[in-house]
């Protein structure tokens, strides 16, 4: 974008991007519409109280005051959620970056937890120390492409898988991955044992190394500001896009986290190991063109029942200009592998072309909210 002034007017708004797949929709009565496109005609109008109204409205709010030494501001790290068995979670942010006293950026080198238990549960910020496996160095980066995989077993508990991005030291984007592992909290283990880092290396598990089965043909770039999506039965995630520090890219991966069981690792070493498996594309797929700094979610296919769709918008091109996908939007199929590219209807109100926002699926109104970016 060569202005401020060309910075996308709704950049605070929030925006659904997919539509509805639902028909019947509750709304209260001083809301309807005359004159509304017949794909989001109500079948029924039903008038519910504002309590009723509240239970499936999203609002902003501030949690309060949570003690503890907060995350200070960043940009480029990471956030995921781990949910309990018995309905706790637990914020983690870390990494990312921030600018100094001289306004050159500085890689944060810091976790934090925040556990929410409830609306009466005290929330207090932690500060735990991870513990570094053999080769994890280099952990703290910003820009990494990063996917939540939890256990199948337990949420509470699972892998956070790192890839490229930059380090402290780092002239050019990483082409290696970590993994952040996390165990399920104990009442007498310290906050500090439940995290650990992980080297990822090719060959077999060895000496607390996980292993990456692939071949450097298979293997992705150097890369920052990729998007690593997960998928299906939390064992497998696309990566797309990203740069080198140089030239934006277009490729595409699949990462498979096999279990230690399943890969007949002994139980000594416990570790899952990881796959690359570059796509290759076929006569037709429409693939979308390179970018950086793009978005990404997947959501359920509401045609074929266990099948998912991810979707992909916005990002930054060649030379610094936002992306602009025109009448498309890219949905890759997680079931064919393929990606295409479905054209907009006249009566699809489309973001603008934009950078650095997010896109999350809210399956209560099966759609996709995007919010912020420029």
């Not at 100094?100 to 976790?111: E, F, M, Q």
């Not at 980066?141 to 991005?165: C, E, I």
């Not at 909290?185 to 500090?192: E, H, K, R, V, Y």
């Amino acid at each position: 974008m060569s202005s401020a002034d060309e910075f996308v007017q709704d950049r605070s708004s929030t925006i659904a991007a997919a539509a509805r797949a639902s028909r019947s929709r509750l709304n209260t009565h001083n809301h309807l519409m005359t004159q509304t496109p017949e794909r989001f005609l109500e079948k029924a109008t039903v008038v519910v109280d504002q309590d009723a109204v509240a239970a499936f409205c999203p609002r902003w709010g501030n949690i309060n005051a949570p003690s503890g030494e907060a995350p200070v501001p960043r940009r480029g790290g990471f956030a995921f959620t781990m949910r309990a068995a018995n309905g706790a979670s637990r914020l983690v942010v870390g990494g990312g970056e921030r600018r100094d006293g001289s306004g050159a950026p500085r890689i944060l080198k810091k976790l934090r937890y925040l556990s929410l238990g409830g609306k009466e549960a005290g929330k207090t910020w932690v500060n735990p120390s991870p513990k570094r496996s053999a080769g994890a160095d280099k952990v703290w980066r910003s820009g990494a492409a990063t996917v939540w995989m939890p256990s199948d077993t337990d949420q509470d508990a699972g892998d956070l898988f790192a890839y490229g991005g930059m380090a402290s030291d780092a002239s050019s984007p990483a082409n290696n991955a970590r993994v952040l592992r996390v165990t399920a909290a104990t009442n007498t283990g310290s906050p500090s044992d439940m995290f650990e880092w992980f080297a990822v290396t090719a060959g077999a598990n060895q000496n607390g190394i996980m292993s990456l089965s692939t071949n450097a043909a298979a293997a992705p770039l150097n890369l920052q500001r990729a998007t690593l999506t997960s998928y299906g039965d939390n064992s497998r995630a696309l990566l797309f896009g990203g740069d080198d520090g140089t030239t934006v890219q277009s490729g595409t991966w699949v990462l498979t986290r096999t279990p230690a069981e399943a890969a007949g690792i002994p139980e000594s070493n416990g570790l899952p190991s990881w796959s690359w498996q570059k796509h290759a594309a076929s006569v037709g797929e429409s693939v979308p063109s390179a970018r950086t700094g793009h978005a990404s979610v997947a959501f359920p296919d509401q045609k074929v029942d266990g099948r998912q769709i991810i979707m992909i918008f916005g990002g930054q091109g060649q030379g610094g200009s936002a992306v602009d996908d025109g009448a498309n939007t890219y949905l890759f199929s997680t079931e064919t592998a393929t990606w295409r590219a479905v054209p907009r209807t006249d009566i699809d109100a489309a973001p603008k072309p934009r950078e650095g926002h997010t896109m999350t699926f809210m399956p209560e109104d099966r759609a996709v909210y995007l919010f912020g970016g420029w």
